[in-house]
């Protein structure tokens, strides 16, 4: 009698996993790449320029009985090394239809002002490339992300930061993008971030429009980030334009100011940075390339100079 049951559990065993195997599709995918860096402006001590970077993204999705589809996807990342977690983007997503997608980054993740702090058209880097650059946003691990575009042309999104080890407390980000019109892109972005380092909490909002014709795209940035610390506040503007030369190739050229609100010439000098940029790609490999001219990098008045990099990537 026991082995019947034996028999008969791991004819169910095996019948459930066969039923799962067909209802997930798992996907591998990846890239290597490498790099040579120049960096002249002082802001940060000479090291080896030569860089490599590697990435396997694992990816799985299946649907539910309702008509929900839940997908996985894990990226192993080699560069961040044996003493660190070796994941990134590792996200768990529900898309429940006209409910929206609800996200659950367990590594890697990003708020809404975050994902939108410089969206500015660029072939390869943003202008600010090796200086400071505008990012905001609460961020964390295990962090929850939402998104909804059920109105053609309009998506609304909002994220939520747990307070953890790395946040003082819980954080909450709203925005919405407008895509109603052919080749017209609005965002619009604000929360509050209470991470770890802050003394107070920063208010941050963020707005970006970009419009494509033709070949060319051009994009202009508006961020804010409101301290309540006393001469911590920082404004970002910045203004770009991109070119298609043809399918293969594409350069851009894009300016930006970031304006520091103390009076320090160490750290609250308005930074000033223009980047010619370009990328070229040849099947599944492609080179990009980037020079920044930047002007008191992180707020520093001594420190002027340009940088450029060079990266050959490969996918497979």
Not at 286 to 304: L, M, P, Q, Y
Request: hydrophobic fraction near 35%; charge should be negative.
């Amino acid at each position: 009698m026991n082995n019947l049951k034996k028999i008969g559990l791991t004819a169910i065993a095996a019948s459930l996993a066969s039923v799962s195997a067909h209802a997930v599709d798992l996907s591998v995918s990846g890239g290597a790449s490498l790099s040579y860096t120049s960096n002249g402006n002082g802001s940060s001590a000479t090291n080896n320029p030569w860089g490599m970077s590697d990435t396997a993204n694992f990816s799985a999705s299946g649907e539910l009985d309702n008509g929900w589809n839940v997908s996985f996807s894990l990226g192993l990342d080699g560069s961040k090394g044996a003493a660190a977690s070796p994941f990134e983007d590792r996200t768990l997503s529900i898309d429940m239809g006209d409910m929206g997608t609800l996200t659950l980054n367990g590594e890697d993740g990003s708020s809404v002002t975050g994902a939108m702090d410089d969206k500015m058209p660029t072939a390869y880097e943003e202008t600010w490339f090796q200086a400071d650059g505008p990012g905001n946003g609460a961020a964390t691990n295990n962090m929850w992300n939402y998104s909804n575009s059920v109105v053609d042309g309009i998506t609304i999104m909002a994220s939520f930061t747990p307070a953890s080890a790395t946040e003082l407390e819980s954080s909450t980000e709203v925005g919405v993008a407008y895509t109603g019109i052919d080749g017209l892109t609005i965002g619009l972005a604000s929360g509050t971030d209470s991470g770890a380092g802050l003394t107070s909490e920063v208010d941050n909002t963020t707005m970006y429009m970009t419009y494509a014709y033709d070949a060319f795209t051009f994009g202009i940035q508006d961020n804010d980030s409101d301290s309540e610390v006393a001469d911590a506040d920082e404004e970002y503007r910045a203004y770009a334009i991109s070119y298609a030369v043809n399918d293969d190739l594409s350069v851009s050229l894009g300016m930006s100011d970031l304006d520091y609100e103390g009076t320090s010439t160490t750290s609250d000098t308005t930074q000033e940075a223009t980047a010619i940029s370009a990328s070229y790609s040849m099947g599944s490999m492609s080179i990009g390339a980037t020079r920044s001219d930047v002007e008191n990098a992180s707020g520093n008045e001594a420190h002027d100079g340009a940088g450029y990099e060079i990266n050959l990537a490969f996918a497979f």
